[in-house]
């Protein structure tokens, strides 16, 4: 489904019935990399995920692509779909614009699910990693850059024993239009710090990790579980920066739990 959220059309989907739980992809992918969590929650919960803009099916409107504007997105499907205080879930790119949601729209949160993610800001070399990055997709493409973008996201057991999650993860990756990689690669680069923003963290929160993410290792998630007052820890074994697709069953278990807390 697509809808207007602050005049561009965002494409969307909505399943389920009961507390609402909205799903933040990560970059360079789209919403269908949550499709193993929409089956497992959405007999108790109601979940959206949602294209974010440049990916997938939504618009892909002039960049670059600030954090705290794609949780404005996040924030402006919201009424759309009827729902005020959903739990939001961000993997990657995803946590940053959750972590950005919290800092914009605190009253707005019921809990928070900080997947694979970091709440510091780029370094200078990670920095210009993205730049080259972007420069590299302007001038050749998205596929330019697909297959190692997929192998530096997956462990390597999953390189190793599951060819059909790279190739899944790869295709994911080539469906996005370069434009849109380059705008968010740009917003990431300049994203703020949020370390400091993790203490004022109220809700209930749970950081996952995978436990051989090279992007985001353990140590990151443990950090900022420590800094936040309500937070539980996951580390998920032979997962690497996408733990959601590469190990679905932990993951989810990881959700069920979480929710089953929220509940009581």
């Known amino acids: 489904m697509k809808t207007t959220v602050n005049g561009i059309q965002i494409n969307y989907r909505d399943s389920g019935r009961g507390l609402p739980v909205v799903f933040i992809h ?32 939504s618009d892909a409107p002039r960049g670059p692509y600030w954090m705290a504007q794609m949780a404005c997105d996040v924030r402006g499907l919201m009424p759309v779909l009827e729902i005020e205080k959903p739990v939001v879930i961000g993997l990657s790119m995803g946590g940053y614009t959750a972590m950005s949601f919290y800092r914009n729209f605190p009253d707005s949160v019921s809990a928070l699910v900080l997947a694979d993610t970091r709440a510091a800001a780029d370094n200078d070399e990670s920095r210009q990693r993205r730049l080259t990055m972007a420069s590299r997709v302007e001038a050749e ?43 968010a690669q ?30 985001s290792p353990p140590a990151v998630a443990e950090a900022m579980q420590s800094r936040i007052t309500q937070a539980r820890l996951r580390i998920i074994d032979n ?3 996408l733990s959601n697709i590469e190990q679905p069953d932990a993951f989810n278990q990881a959700l069920l739990d979480f929710i089953t807390f929220l509940k009581r």
């Open 239 to 241: 997962a690497g920066h």
């Open 186 to 215: 740009h917003g990431m680069a300049a994203r703020p710090d949020s370390m400091v923003m993790l203490s004022s963290i109220k809700c209930p929160t749970l950081v996952i990790g995978g436990k051989d993410d090279s992007l």
């Open 26 to 57: 990560a970059f360079p992918l789209n919403q269908s990399m949550w499709d193993e969590q929409v089956e497992a929650l959405s007999g108790i919960c109601r979940t959206i995920t949602l294209d974010l803009r440049g990916f997938g099916q």
């Open 141 to 183: 493409g998205v596929d330019s850059i697909a297959d190692e973008t997929a192998k530096v996201l997956l462990g390597p057991s999953t390189i190793a024993n599951r060819p059909d999650i790279v190739e899944r993860v790869t295709g994911m990756i080539k469906s996005n239009r370069p434009e849109g990689v380059v705008a």
